[in-house]
């Protein structure tokens, strides 16, 4: 239950940030171009939107530590996987377990190093340039989003230990849209093609 709660908590994080940046970024578009039009220049001028630029970096930095986490858990990271494909048995089990494991000492390191740092810029006064926020605020996505993702490796570790699969991602496969449905529309459309299943 609460591992489902954190699992939608993730993706509506990530979602809201891509899409919250999106709409900052078209904004901040539209009210460059619209300030070089005669007519409304005298109107978009006295909008500030110089905070844009600055807010939409800060909230990628945090979808990227979040989206890094979540690529754990879902096995969409990108791997060099050529030896361990040639093994099998305990050796293969042992690379695994190995790799998570590092993986999950790496993560766990960079999130202590992480609040130290974060710890110590709270008291000062430092702010960001445009925004004037803290930066220490800015900065909390490194503990916060390396926790998870060594959260997630374990829990990855944890899974693989129980079952001996690892999460895989399959790129054909649409969330929320079955294969038969798919089946279905391409049969009606005469294409002929056919859904591949995992």
């Given at each position: 239950m609460l591992n489902r709660i954190l699992n939608h908590i993730e993706e509506w994080l990530i979602a809201f940030l891509i899409g919250a940046a999106t709409l900052v970024i078209f904004a901040a578009v539209v009210h460059r171009y619209l300030s070089g039009v005669p007519v409304i220049q005298d109107y978009t001028v006295r909008i500030n939107m110089s905070w844009a630029q600055e807010l939409c970096i800060f909230m990628f930095v945090w979808m990227a530590k979040f989206g890094a986490a979540y690529g754990v858990r879902t096995g969409i990271h990108v791997g060099v996987d050529v030896v361990l494909r040639k093994l099998a048995g305990r050796p293969y089990t042992a690379l695994v377990v190995f790799g998570l494991l590092s993986g999950a000492l790496f993560t766990g390191t960079v999130a202590a190093l992480g609040?130290?740092?974060?710890?110590?810029?709270?008291?000062?006064?430092?702010?960001?340039?445009?925004?004037?926020?803290?930066?220490?605020?800015?900065?909390?996505?490194?503990?916060?989003?390396?926790?998870?993702?060594?959260?997630?490796?374990?829990?990855?570790?944890?899974?693989?230990?129980?079952?001996?699969?690892?999460?895989?991602?399959?790129?054909?496969?649409?969330?929320?849209?079955?294969?038969?449905?798919?089946?279905?529309?391409?049969?009606?459309?005469?294409?002929?093609?056919?859904?591949?299943?995992?």
């Open positions: 609040a130290n740092f974060v710890w110590h810029m709270s008291e000062t006064d430092q702010t960001s340039a445009d925004l004037e926020i803290p930066m220490w605020w800015v900065y909390l996505c490194v503990p916060l989003g390396s926790s998870l993702m060594c959260f997630r490796f374990l829990q990855v570790a944890w899974s693989f230990f129980q079952t001996g699969e690892l999460p895989h991602h399959d790129h054909a496969h649409v969330e929320g849209v079955e294969d038969d449905v798919l089946e279905e529309a391409f049969a009606g459309s005469g294409s002929g093609n056919k859904i591949n299943k995992a």
